[in-house]
Each structure stands twice: as C-alpha cells, then as structure tokens.
C-alpha cells in the first residue's frame, strides 16, 4: 500500500506513513466512571439493630437470662421485617443490603436460636444436644443460602421451607413460655420437647414445603373492616399473654407449610 501511494504521491513516503500516530485516537477517549459503591444508611441501620438484637441474645443466654435472649430474638425478627419494606417503600434496594441482611439474618435466627436452646436445656443431652443445635444452625444457613440463590425464581407469594425468622421464633417462644411460667425444665419433659422443636426446624427450613409470605399484602390499599377486627384481637392477644400467644402464632405457621402440602396432594390443585 505504501508503494503504490508513494508512486502516484512522491511526497507520501514510507517514513511519513510511519510517524502517523494511529493512538491519538485512543488517547482521547475516557475511560468510563466507576459506579458509586454508597451505602443506604436507612435499611441498614434497621438490619444492625437486628444483628445487635441476635448477638444481645447469645451474650444474655451465657449470662443465663433465657427470657431477655428470648424477647431480643423477636425484637430481632420485628427489625428484620422493617428493613426490606423500608428499602422498597424508600427506594433504596441494594446488592449489599441484600448480603448484609442474609449473614444479619444467619446470626439472629441461625446462630443465636441454636446457642439459646443449646445453654437453656440441650446441653443436658450431653452431644445429641450439641448435634441438634448444630442441625438448626446448619439447616439455617442451607435455608438462606437457598433463598439467595431461587430469589428470582421460586413464587413470591410462598417461600420454599419454614423461614428462619420463624423458625427462630418458634425456639424462643417456647422458651420464653416456659421461663415466664417458671417451669422446671430439668424435673419435666420440657428437654425432650425443646430438641424435637430444635430437629423440627432446622429440618423444616431445608424442606420443600411452602408457606405463605405475605408479600401479597399491599398495606397502601384497602382492606375489609374484618381486616381492622382481627388486627385489634391479635394485639389484645399478645398484650395479654405475649409468650402464649406467640409461641401458638408460630406454633400454626410452622405446620401451615405441611398442612398445604397435604391439601395439594389431595386435591390435586396448587395454591396459587
């Protein structure tokens, strides 16, 4: 090419073709911004209080204050349930809040239930006790792992196994029912019922029954006044006898998931 162009054009030579700076071009351009990694300080201050919540219960459990680890559990799991809704009503939905909340999540319904039970009465069963506390904290960490992963997948109106919040909730209140009614735990069956419970969720969290989400809920909408009326019940419930009534919540919730499976399986139909 050089060649012929320096033969119809003397003056185009080969050294001038070569001093040409074909990266001039390149030199221009910029290089493209980095995203802003910013963190949203809102959501996330509700998932730290919540992971403070589940260390405040294992530092309480092995101080040997089961009640006050029991009540910081569900002050965990009320927390836990704010900091998504405020990121969607505020916007502020985020790879890392996402992240943050799961190893929150694994610590105050994984770790803290597990260690909770373990010093109230699983002990006692000397390494069957530390073994069922390990099969709930393991089965939680399987649970999240599996939610992360089928997060756009699996059917928003139903999870895929017992939530860990729940199942969290399930060990405490026990707990918390038992301690408020100062029940001998080592002169009764209590022991025996708390490892059943332990095995029950951890086993539970990794099954693939479904139970309801309630995400389908809109709270922006309207409702039924029956809505208002059973809202109001629940409240005078729980005031009323707190451990009781939620351990009997969670109690219902935690076999609605096999109670659906079934019903399914007999009618041949799946709730949608």
Known sequence: MSRARSRQNPEWTEE?????????????????????????????????????CGFFAIVQAMNHQFETAAIAIFASLVLDGMDGRIARMTNTQSAFGEQYDSLADMVSFGVAPALVAYEWVLKDFGKWGWLAAFTYCAGAALRLARFNVNTGVVDKKFFQGLPSPAAGALIAGFIWLADDNKIPVRDSAIPWVTFLITIYAGLTMVSNARFYSGKALDIRYRVPFGVMVLMILTFVLISSNPPLTLFGIFVIYAISGYVIWAWERMTGRKLS
Not at 21 to 35: K, L, Q
Not at 36 to 45: D, R
């Open 16 to 52: 001038s073709f070569e001093s040409v700076d074909f990266e001039s071009e390149d030199a221009e351009v910029e290089p493209p911004r980095a995203r802003s990694k910013g963190i949203y300080l809102l959501p996330n201050a509700f998932t730290t209080a919540a992971l403070f």
